[in-house]
């Protein structure tokens, strides 16, 4: 087994995506914010590509790099007003976003329980 | 990263509070429905939002995109209000027209409903940003 049994992969790409959850929640609260400003393009974390290729690498150290970048989401054409928010869809992309905040919340939680019980041997 | 706990709780209170201001002004516009004068009537008043850029020291690359929203102004609207006939009146001209403002109630009630479902869905993020703060406090626990 690993010597570092705490600090393990799946701790490190768990903590890395809750922070880039955190983020994200940020970014979507402020097109929320922004549903009525005229001329307001929603915006998105762009990061998905470089955390695959990370993973997939092997080498997690680099968990580091992934650094989100904000982009302008053009896929909704605008409003008249220039402004291309939806409700539904920020509600929907901040619920699924709350949804893998919790289960990846849960997975490290599981984690350390398990840890726990097997230090205690009961 | 900036060390916040509750991810994007001050974008959501700036939208919140962009949000009660335009409640506020469209409150001023119905008191006003009916207020004369005699330069003109009231005229409708309504918000500009503009998005905020984060400037504070602690901005990362992703969080100076992200300020929220403000009312950049309030503005009047110039369109000229409905006349009536009322001689007796004191604001009335000299051919016995008063300018009544050019308040519509139902464009008002729009407003006032649009701003209280945006406000709601500002507040429900904010319910959901600090879930995930109680979430992140007991983990490990």
Do not use: C, W
């Amino acid at each position: 087994m690993a010597v570092n049994f705490i600090n393990d992969d799946s701790t490190l790409i768990a903590n890395k995506m809750m922070s880039l959850a955190m983020e994200r929640q940020q970014v979507i609260s402020n097109n929320m914010a922004n549903a009525s400003t005229p001329g307001y393009i929603r915006k998105d974390l762009d990061f998905q590509k470089k955390l695959a290729e990370v993973i997939q690498s092997g080498d997690l150290s680099q968990l580091h790099d992934v650094k989100p970048q904000l982009v302008d989401d053009n896929a909704d054409a605008p409003k008249l007003d220039g402004n291309n928010v939806e409700i539904s869809k920020e509600m929907t992309q901040m619920m699924q976003n709350g949804v893998l905040f919790n289960l990846l919340a849960r997975a490290y939680n599981t984690k350390m329980n398990i840890i726990r019980s097997s230090m205690k041997g009961a | 990263m900036a060390f916040e706990l509750i991810p994007g709780s001050g974008i959501l209170a700036s939208g919140m509070s962009a949000e009660r201001e335009r409640m506020e002004i469209v409150a001023s516009n119905l008191a006003n429905a009916n207020s004369t004068g005699p330069n003109g009537a009231y005229r409708r008043r309504f918000a500009v939002f503009q998005t905020v850029l984060n400037d504070g020291l602690d901005a990362t690359e992703v969080a100076s995109g992200l300020g929220g929203v403000k009312v950049s102004s309030v503005e009047q609207d110039s369109s000229a209000g409905n006349k009536i006939y009322a001689p007796y009146h004191p604001n009335a001209g000299p051919d016995g027209m008063v300018e009544v403002p050019n308040v519509s109630p139902m464009e008002e009630m729009m407003d006032l409903v649009t701003a209280t479902r945006a406000y709601e869905t500002n507040l429900s993020a904010m319910k959901q940003a600090k879930d995930m703060a109680d979430k992140t406090i007991q983990l490990g626990k």
